[in-house]
């Protein structure tokens, strides 16, 4: 009996201690692709169809770059008209520009502008999300050439983090049938963006 006690305590004090250990940046990404990859195999949620779906295994990415997580200055810009965002489709979601992002990337000056969707703020899940829909200089070539798109949580002050690891493709990149959010003129990045999920032949 008392080493069956011994045995609980030390599994109760290493589940603990497995518990409150950080991830480390690397793992942060990585846990971030797996997540995306079993997105991307489960049929409920994949945006692959068909031959597509029974041949994936996984999304390519770029190394993870920790230069690419930048801290940006962040302006709100409250009392922004509510807008439709133009899709690729005919789908036209309400959105209104959050605000403005301003950071130095590869030696550049450069600024996105953030956005909140008009129903997924009405979600208390989603109420402080907020997308950036972007094009860089990769577009085409190593990425999808209509641009990707990013995830955040609107910050409590003045900066905001904007991770490019976690850069994703939308739906449309994969299968017909979609409507996807256009990058605006004013998210297109003077600079390549070697960072989050590649786009290939092979997807």
Known sequence: MKNISILILFL???????????????????????????HYSDKKTSPLKGTDFKKFKELPFFPIGATYKVVANFERTPNEPIFEMPTSGPRKPLYTQYGIARFTLNE????????????????????????????????????YDAGRFLDL?????????????????PYCAYSDGYSCP?????????TAINAGVLYTDKH
């Open 12 to 38: 109760i004090s290493y589940t603990s201690c497995t518990q409150k250990k950080e991830l480390t940046y690397e793992e942060e990404i990585e846990k971030f692709q797996y997540e995306l990859n079993v």
């Open 108 to 143: 550049k000056e450069l600024s996105l502008r953030i956005y909140q969707n008009q129903k997924l703020m009405l979600d208390p899940e989603y109420a402080t999300h907020l997308f950036i829909p972007f094009n860089d200089q990769t577009n085409g070539n190593t990425t």
């Open 153 to 169: 949580e609107i910050p409590k002050g003045d900066t905001i983090v904007i991770d490019f690891n976690k850069a994703y493709n």
């Open 182 to 190: 256009i990058p605006p003129k004013e998210n297109d990045l003077d």
